[in-house]
């Protein structure tokens, strides 16, 4: 006998929509019940971002077949399919294991010093670029050719979640013709209305394609991503419950000054980290 089926459809929802995603869909094999109950809009409403609604009302693209969805194939959808908000330059995602909030800013969300100059940086879509990897922005950024290299990006904590950890990452790749990336840059993540920085030296080139890899214990590389682009981490900051705060993400090369090329950037990821 199922003694579950004993128990009122809007008490097991209840309970289900007070754990976590790969809870609700262990739950939905307990039985006929749970799993209908663990399909619930209850339960997934529970489970998204309470403010998606309204950012999903910021999507560049029309966001009506969004709002078609159960609210738990919506969950995966936002899992599986960054949108694009605001301007463009922007865009929004979900971590599947926790619900909570992901954004990337995408190049022209970013502060690029000399990046309007055209004799240093050149701003191209996916059409001009055919051997890059696939953007979800309409423009990336590439350095034709600087001593200086400064990058930066802002993020309010007010629009992620709260009480989490999070990561900052530059994506980016490298193209054939580059020369001086393998010159230590410094990162960093900081809060603005904080005086110490505490920057890590690293590196943009991967330790397998440099000539003279480095021996440095502490320096930081990048890894290779799913998406066929690179990462490299610059920092990580906890975001807590309450308090409105801008943090700040960077990448700086200004003290060997020698001239370099052939870095594209896609943006930067912000999204929380050590969650299954």
């Known amino acids: 006998m199922d003694i579950t089926s004993k128990l009122p459809y809007e008490c097991i929802a209840n309970i289900i929509s007070k754990t976590s995603p790969p809870d609700a869909c262990r739950m939905s ?49 936002l899992c599986d399919n960054p949108i694009l908000i605001g ?15 992901s954004y990337m800013l995408g190049a022209r969300e970013l502060e690029v010093v000399w990046g309007d100059a055209s004799q240093y940086w050149k701003w191209s879509s996916l059409a001009e670029s055919p051997f890059l990897p696939k953007s979800r922005f309409t423009e990336v950024a590439h350095l034709l050719d600087v001593c200086w290299l400064d990058v930066r990006g802002n993020i309010e904590t007010k629009f992620l979640s709260p009480n989490t950890r999070y990561g900052a990452y530059l994506i980016y790749t490298i193209g054939d013709q580059s020369h001086g990336l393998d010159k230590p840059v410094k990162l960093w993540v900081r809060f603005l209305d904080e005086i110490r920085c505490d920057f890590i030296n690293a590196y943009l080139l991967s330790r397998t394609s440099m000539d003279d890899a480095p021996e440095e214990e502490d320096a930081r590389f990048p890894r290779d991503r799913e998406d066929m682009w690179m990462e490299i981490e610059l920092g990580e900051f906890f975001n807590h419950d309450q308090v409105d705060r801008v943090v700040e993400m960077h990448l700086r090369e200004s003290e060997v000054l020698n001239w370099k090329s052939g870095l594209v950037i896609h943006g930067i990821e912000v999204r929380p980290k050590d969650l299954r």
């Open 29 to 77: 094999l307990v039985s006929r019940t749970f799993s209908s109950a663990a399909a619930s809009n209850l339960v997934w409403e529970a489970l998204l971002p309470p403010d998606h609604q309204q950012i999903i009302s910021e999507s560049v693209s029309s966001s009506s077949s969004l709002s078609m969805l159960s609210k738990k194939d919506l969950y995966f959808s």
């Open 87 to 101: 301007n463009g330059n922007r865009s929004f995602t979900i971590h599947e294991w926790s619900g909570k909030k």
